[in-house]
């Protein structure tokens, strides 16, 4: 059962992906954010808090088996190659100046 949900996961694409893993994003920030609300009973804080944050985790753990070891490393250097080309560019417009 487990190795059928791998391979349906592993054969949607890389943006598919990206997009699960992108997700896992405001489920963290509203399984925490949920704790300040004083209007909501502890029960319920944390029912909700265990509620997101589980799917939290699903996202990031569902994401990162679509992408797999080739696409993470494939997400890695598309950070490394923006940040490159945001430092030559802030040299360029420096070199300019001067």
């Not at 997009?19 to 944390?46: D, E, R, T």
């Not at 494939?74 to 430092?87: I, M, P, V």
Request: aromatic content about 12%; some cysteine.
């Amino acid at each position: 059962m487990l190795e059928k949900i791998k391979n349906f996961l592993k054969g949607l694409s890389f943006r598919t992906g990206v997009v699960i893993l992108l997700l896992c994003i405001p489920f963290y920030i509203l399984s925490f954010a949920q704790m300040a609300f004083p209007f909501l009973s502890p029960q319920v804080k944390g029912v909700l808090w265990v509620v997101l944050f589980g799917l939290a985790k699903t996202c990031q753990y569902g994401g990162l088996t679509i992408l797999g070891v080739e696409g993470v490393k494939r997400l890695k250097a598309k950070f490394k190659r923006k940040k490159e080309e945001e430092e030559e560019e802030k040299e360029e417009s420096a070199n300019s100046q001067s």
